[in-house]
């Protein structure tokens, strides 16, 4: 972050306005995740993503609102890949 991001949320957070410096710290947080997520999509494939997002802890509508996708899409994803890791043991 720069310094001027930086010194903006310090600037909410000492004027009382917390819920002004949490929205802009999770809005700085959901643009490295997007950042992230177009890093690796050069490398993996759709339900890679989706799996390592969910071994993280997101919840499903997050992945999928990440993602640009639908909610069951990333179920069905997860269900394959559930599915191919007791087939592989």
């Known amino acids: 972050m720069s310094k001027v991001g930086r010194k903006s949320v310090s600037k909410d957070i000492a004027g009382g ?16 995740v997007r950042l992230n997520l177009e890093t690796m999509r050069g490398n993996r494939s759709q339900a890679d993503i989706i799996s390592v997002l969910d071994s993280v802890g997101c919840r499903q509508s997050e992945i999928a609102d990440l993602l640009g996708t639908t909610s069951n899409t990333v179920n069905v994803a997860l269900y394959k890949a559930k599915k191919k890791k007791i087939v592989e043991t």
């Open 17 to 32: 306005d917390e819920l002004t410096a949490l929205r802009k710290m999770a809005r700085l947080l959901e643009v490295l």
